[in-house]
């Protein structure tokens, strides 16, 4: 008996571990790259809050019909790491210095659900578990019809609760004056 439970108990245990990950989300389809609007570089203010934390980081952005390129920089200008989107798909490149807690798809998803036309979202969707709702308030994202994320603001200013990472990220413009920011953006 004692032998049986020996040999069972790896496969319980990996079952176990697949039923968890089963509820978890898949990774959103991402919009075609020429369904967003070409875009000179941008520079942001990404401003993380999660739990008692805030951390701030500096997001430069550029985009155009073939490719979409982030850069995340440290408030001193140290570059963190770069995220590229293109016909490849999404990838981190070498060099960050750190290894992120997400994957290149993750960040990827986060900037679609900002950045591009709901109708493009929208059909990138189609035929997945995924959805989006858009009214007065807001984009709301579902996976299955659970709710992962949120995003409201102008286009100068989103902001993003991620109820499933468990997190608020504020995008502002870099250039913004604090006495500027305070009237675009909800406090942070």
Do not use: K
């Not at 509820?23 to 369904?35: E, F, H, K, N, Y």
């Not at 570089?41 to 430069?60: K, S």
């Not at 989107?85 to 998803?109: C, I, T, Y």
């Amino acid at each position: 008996m004692r032998r049986s439970l020996l040999f069972r108990a790896p496969l319980i245990a990996a079952l176990a571990l697949l039923i968890g990950c089963a509820g978890r989300p898949v990774d959103a389809p991402l919009p075609d790259l020429a369904a967003l609007p070409e875009m000179g570089t941008r520079m942001q203010r990404l401003t993380f809050h999660q739990q008692d934390q805030r951390h701030e980081l500096i997001g430069v952005l550029r985009h155009d019909a073939r490719s979409l390129r982030l850069a995340l920089l440290s408030p001193q200008g140290q570059r963190l790491l770069t995220l590229v989107q293109d016909d490849q798909g999404a990838r981190l490149l070498a060099g960050a210095s750190f290894d992120p807690p997400f994957s290149a798809e993750w960040l990827a998803n986060r900037l679609a659900w900002g950045l591009w036309p709901s109708s493009a979202l929208t059909q990138a969707f189609g035929g997945t578990g995924w959805s989006l709702e858009e009214n007065d308030e807001g984009r709301t994202i579902r996976y299955r019809n659970q709710v992962i994320a949120h995003v409201t603001g102008s286009a100068e200013c989103r902001i993003i609760d991620d109820f499933e990472g468990d997190y608020r990220l504020t995008i502002a413009p870099l250039d913004d004056a604090t006495e500027r920011t305070a009237t675009t953006c909800p406090a942070d």
